[in-house]
Structure formats: C-alpha cells, structure tokens
C-alpha cells in the first residue's frame, strides 16, 4: 500500500523522521518496502495537480493476516505503537438508524453467511463535478486515479478507513430496493469497466427488485454507476465474507481494491463509521442534502472475544522478566482494551480478527515491546536434526540397498494415464482437479512404473546396465473413494552386473529373477529381518512365472519378478529388467521391538557338502527345515549348492548338494566331531522325506 505522509499526519502527530518511522514499521512486521515521492509530471499524468509538495510516501508491504494495515488510520494507529507519537481520531457522529430513509430504501439480506452487515445512506441533489485539487492529489499519491467527486469520495474513504464504499445512481434503481443475495447460475451482469460476466451460484451480488446490479465486494454493475446525469445517490458500506470475496474474485479473474481489501478481512465495527464519513464528504464536496437517518442491517451481532493471558506464560514465551504492567502498556499502545487480574483479560478489537489464542497476544506483545529486546539464547533441548521412527526406518533401507549397489532417484508423485494402465490400478487412481498436462494428471498408485521410465530414458542416450531404487508415497483410493496415503521402497534392476570387469563374462551375471530375491533378501535382513520367505504370485506388470510375493514373518508385505514380455514390448524396453515393490507402512508393523545380538564368533566353522537324490516335488524348504532340526545348534548355516536332473537319476528325481555349516561356541571343531550329527541328518532326511545320499 502507498502511505502518503501528509495524509498520514491527519491521524499522527509525527515527531521524528521518516527514515525513522520506516524502521519501527518494519521491525513491528509491517514492512517499508521504499520511501518514494511523485514528481509534478507524473502527478499531472495521472490526474493530479502541481501543488509544489514533495510530500514522501511510505510503500509498505502488508501480510495477508492484516487488512487493517490497508487504511491510513490503521498505518497510522500501528505507528502510534510503535513510536509512542500521538494518535488522533476524527469523531463521527453516527445518525439515528432509519428515520426518513426508511421510507424510500429497503434494504434485505438473503444471504446472512456472506453479508455480515449492509449499511445505506442516501445523498440527495448532488452536483457531479471534479473533486478539489487537495482531494486529488492524495489519491494520486496514494496510487489511484481521479475520476468525480463522488467516485472520488468512496475511493478516499476506502483508504483512510479501509473500508471499500460503492455509490449507486439511486433513480436507476428498480423499486427502490437493495437485495444481497446469491447469483442465480448463469445470471449475467456488465460492470463499469465493460466486462460481461456470467455469474454461478455461489457468488454474491447486490440486486435491485428486478436484477443484479453489482457483484457484492468486487465491481459495480454499469447499469446504475454514477454518471454526469446522476442526482441521487445510493450510498453502499457493507461487511462481506472474506472467503467468499476471493473464490469470486479468483473464477471471475477480477482483482480490484475492494476485493483486496474484502479478502484479507474488512473491520466489521467501522461499517456505519465509514459510511457517514464518505456522505459528509459528499455534502461537502457535491453541494448535497443527506436524507435523514441511516439504514444498519446487522443480522448477526458478535460480541467481542476475551482472551485470558498469563504473565508468567508470556515472559517464559519471550525469555523476559516483563511485568504485568509493561504487558499491559504494550497493548494500550495497540488500543487493545486490557483488565488487569491474576492474568490479563484481553478484549479483541474489530480491527483485529488475527487475534484468536493467547499466544496471538504474547505476539503483539513481543512486537510492541521490540524483538530487538529479546534475548539471544541456544536452545535447551535438541529441537531439529530428530526424526520419526519412519524416517529413521526408511534411511536404514535405503543404506542397504545402496550397499546392495543400488543408485537411488526421486521421480515426481504426478504421473500420467499410461503408467497407471500398466500397474493395473486405474480405478484405484486418483485424478488431479486443474492438470498442468496430460502427463501429470494423475497421482502415483506405485513407484515402479516411475522407476521403468527411468529406465528408457537412460536406455535412449546408451546406458544399458542399471540398478535403481526409489523410496517414495504412493496415493490410492478405495471403493468408498477415501483417499490413502502410504510408503513405498522399489528397485528395478537391467542389463549386467559386470560390465567393464575384463576378466568376467558380461552375462555371467545378467538381471534376472534370482538377482532381484537376493538384493531384497539382504535389504531385509540388514533392516533386522527374519524368516523373509517368497511365494507364487500373479502381477499384471510381472512374468507370469517368474514372480512372487515376498513375505516377512508370513505376511505379505510386496511383490518382486521380471517385467512381463508384453510390457517390456509395449514400452520398447531393452533387457529382462527385474521390479520389486515394498509397502514401507506394512513393514515397519512387523519390524520387532527387540533385535537379537549375536557376537562376533571366536572359533571357525567346519563345512561339508552332501548331496542327496529326492522326488522333485519335494521343495527345498523342507529339506532346510529337516537338516537344521536334526543337526540343532550345532548347525549355523545351509545352504544350496547345486541342482541335478538327468540321466544318472531317475526322471521324476532330482539331485540336492548342500552346503552345511558347523559351528560351536565353545571350541574348534573336528570331522569327528559332526560325524554322529551328519548321519543324523542323513537319517532324517530318508525318513522324513524319501531322501538318499547320492554316490
């Protein structure tokens, strides 16, 4: 907003410089962005007149919290607080409600949830001229061009009081009525500056008995603006709600004074105040007759709020030793009404809807009384640099799938139609309201199609060997349309894992199914996982053979597989890329309270191969099972070595060679010593299973 400083000087007996009431200004949160001045050319240009005055002007930048900044009364009584120089106001004598305007205006509110008060005064027999030179030079300065002396007069009183006013040609008025009400959807209105609108429901006009007239706080309609004709005046100064004023102002594209001021909170108490003003200027300055009385429709009176303020709790806020008694010239200062007591009972001006708790007040205090006042201290505690266990859990995953050679990316959660298509969940996807494009409409149900795009925009410049993981949100909603916000961890691995190594075959170790299980199963166990185990499962994105769900515990918390032949070929991907995809929120409910410790062991361990012939329909998960059971603790680890099937067996039998690992805690082990535990486990393994020992 544009101050200018004489205008400012009305209300503020200033007593120092102006560089000095910037700085205060500033440091009290309403910033002074420039001190500037209009020069004589540019005053005539903009409709002014040469008065040999250099007058500064205070550009200040004002916080949308904050409407009464947008007035020079509330500059100046903010000023007042912060400088202690004296505040004046001028006293308005507000006339009695009704009287002779009764009986020539009806004034009706439809719409009390968007109109909180609508005052009207009538004007009589005015003269439209030109406004007097003082009158517009101040609005020149201010920011705003001249037009009559009654626009002029509604405009003036919008920046003193920061209450927007609209004047209407009162004959132009059908039935002498004013009707606040919602748009009927589709109504249309031309305003004053030309522009047709078509209205929706949920924005407010003013209407008179037969149509809207103007579009409540944001422009008046060209069939009733004061022209060179007019003689009557209808004068408007209404209270409308905030939100409302900024939804239409935002769908219409039409940004004015008013709807600034509207938007950011009008003060509901000066309503009338500022209405008397603007007609007792036009008595002045148009030679006109105010018809008695004044019209205040006021549906919903609200008493002002008192908030309760604890002394100590404001000085342990602020780190001070204040006394009640500063505290309390502190908001006098602000003209807060205060009463004093065990604790302070705040009375909340109009002119201050910003102020709603305690700490709200402990604010105006602190900003009053000088931030530079306050006291430089570290904290006591840790205060940042702490994250939640997710975060915590999540940076552990992520550390082990980078030590598992994994390369971390970020993709964007706003993905398009196609990728959604390919992760089977298009009824699960939410769509964005407003896209920029088509490629962002929609939000992410899965990270692993972002993650296949990585891939073939890498594969397109030449990079063909690649291990990529991401852990991100994903957004799905369910058949009740609730929305469901979770965590992810994917990876996606193509092409080899040893290229560039000279003395190994480049395909010795290509992606592929049993590549992706292990990375998942080394992720796992060094986030503190046990019993991680994989079962068949189908996936529209994966092989249908190649691919399982992973389990933790025996509860499924992801999928892992081969991308399926015809996605891979829809997408003109290279390779036999492998995806696996891990609901974090699922995994971190299994994870256990308490982690096993086991120490370094002190004594090596003795390994045996063994190979055993059985049915094929055995799984190997039985035959682990049978030999740790039989070989009990002694038995640290089995593993497989080799698979046979051929001719040297029977054609329904394959051959098993296992890697067995013995270990004591107490001594160094000899053959010996596992002799009786490997005939044990050769025993179990021919009862229990049909096993032999093979040669």
């Not at 002498?176 to 009927?184: E, F, G, H, L, N």
């Not at 067995?660 to 179990?684: M, P, Q, Y």
Request: hydrophobic fraction near 40%.
């Amino acid at each position: 907003m544009r101050v200018p400083v004489d205008w400012l000087g009305e209300y503020l007996n200033i007593a120092g410089s102006i560089e000095e009431l910037a700085e205060r200004l500033t440091m009290a949160g309403l910033e002074v962005e420039e001190i500037t001045a209009v020069t004589p050319d540019e005053l005539v240009k903009m409709g002014g007149v040469p008065d040999g005055s250099s007058s500064p002007i205070l550009v200040t930048k004002v916080t949308p919290n904050r409407g009464d900044w947008l007035s020079i009364i509330g500059v100046a009584r903010e000023a007042s607080a912060c400088t202690k120089w004296p505040f004046t106001v001028k006293n308005i004598t507000i006339p009695n409600q009704n009287n002779q305007i009764s009986e020539q205006v009806e004034i009706r509110i439809d719409a009390p949830d968007l109109c909180r008060r609508y005052v009207a005064m009538l004007i009589r027999d005015v003269a439209i001229k030109e406004s007097p030179d003082w009158m517009k030079n101040r609005l020149v300065r201010a920011g705003m061009r001249p037009i009559n002396n009654i626009v002029d007069v509604t405009n003036y009183v919008m920046l003193e009081y920061g209450q927007p006013l609209h004047a209407f040609d009162y004959d132009l008025l059908s039935g002498s009525k004013i009707i606040v009400r919602r748009a009927k959807q589709g109504e249309k209105i031309v305003l004053i500056d030309g522009t047709q609108c078509e209205l929706e429901e949920e924005m407010m006009v003013i209407a008179d008995a037969e149509r809207a007239v103007a579009i409540a706080g944001v422009m008046g309609g060209a069939d009733t603006e004061v022209n060179e004709k007019t003689t009557n005046v209808l004068l408007e100064s209404a209270n409308f709600n905030p939100v409302s004023i900024r939804r239409t102002s935002k769908a219409l594209g039409i940004s004015t004074e008013a709807s600034y001021r509207f938007e950011r909170s009008v003060d509901i108490g000066i309503t009338d105040e500022a209405a008397v003003r603007a007609a007792e200027l036009m008595q002045e300055l148009a030679d006109a007759q105010i018809v008695q009385g004044i019209i205040d429709v006021f549906p919903g009176k609200v008493q002002p709020s008192v908030i309760e303020v604890r002394p100590n709790r404001t000085n342990k806020v602020l780190g001070l030793t204040l006394e009640p008694s500063e505290m309390i010239e502190c908001l006098k200062r602000l003209k807060i009404p205060v009463e004093e007591g065990e604790s302070l009972k705040v009375t909340v001006p109009s002119w201050r809807p910003d102020i709603t708790s305690e700490i709200d007040v402990i604010e105006e205090i602190a900003r009053i009384h000088g931030y530079e006042h306050l006291p430089e201290t570290l904290p006591c505690v840790h205060v940042q640099g702490k994250d939640s266990n997710e975060g915590r859990f999540c940076e552990k995953l992520r550390q082990a799938l980078m030590s598992c050679g994994l390369q971390e990316v970020l993709t964007h959660s706003l993905t398009d139609p196609a990728s959604i298509e390919i992760s089977g969940l298009e009824e699960q996807a939410i769509s964005i309201r407003n896209p920029l494009s088509e490629d962002t409409s929609k939000l992410r149900t899965m990270l692993s199609p972002n993650l296949m795009q990585t891939v073939l925009r890498n594969q397109a410049v030449g990079i063909r060997d690649m291990g990529l993981f991401e852990i991100g949100k994903v957004y799905l909603k369910d058949g009740s349309g609730t929305i469901r916000e979770s965590r992810s961890a994917a990876g996606i691995l193509v092409g080899s894992q040893w290229d560039g190594v000279w003395n190994l075959d480049r395909s010795a170790l290509m992606a592929d199914y049993y590549w992706g299980r292990g990375i998942v199963e080394s992720a796992l166990e060094r986030v503190g996982f046990k019993k991680i185990s994989f079962i068949r499962a189908t996936h529209p994105m994966l092989h249908k053979t190649r691919s399982a769900a992973i389990l933790v515990y025996g509860e499924e918390i992801g999928w892992l597989g081969e991308v399926a032949p015809d996605v891979t070929a829809k997408l003109d991907m290279r390779g036999r890329p492998v995806i696996f995809e891990i609901n974090i929120d699922e995994l971190i409910k299994l994870t256990p309270e308490d982690v096993e410790y086991r120490p370094v062991p002190r004594f090596p361990a003795l390994y045996i191969n063994l190979a055993f012939v059985l049915q094929k329909d055995v799984p190997y998960e039985s035959v682990e099972r049978v030999v740790k059971s039989a070989g009990g603790s002694i038995v640290e680890d089995v593993g497989l070595v080799d698979v046979y099937t051929g001719q040297q067996i029977g054609h329904d039998e394959r051959s098993l060679t296992l890697a067995i690992a013995f270990r004591s805690e107490e001594r160094t082990l000899k053959d010996e010593d596992v002799k009786e535990i490997v005939e044990s486990i050769k025993s179990r393994l021919n009862s229990e299973l049909g096993a032999r020992l093979r040669g």
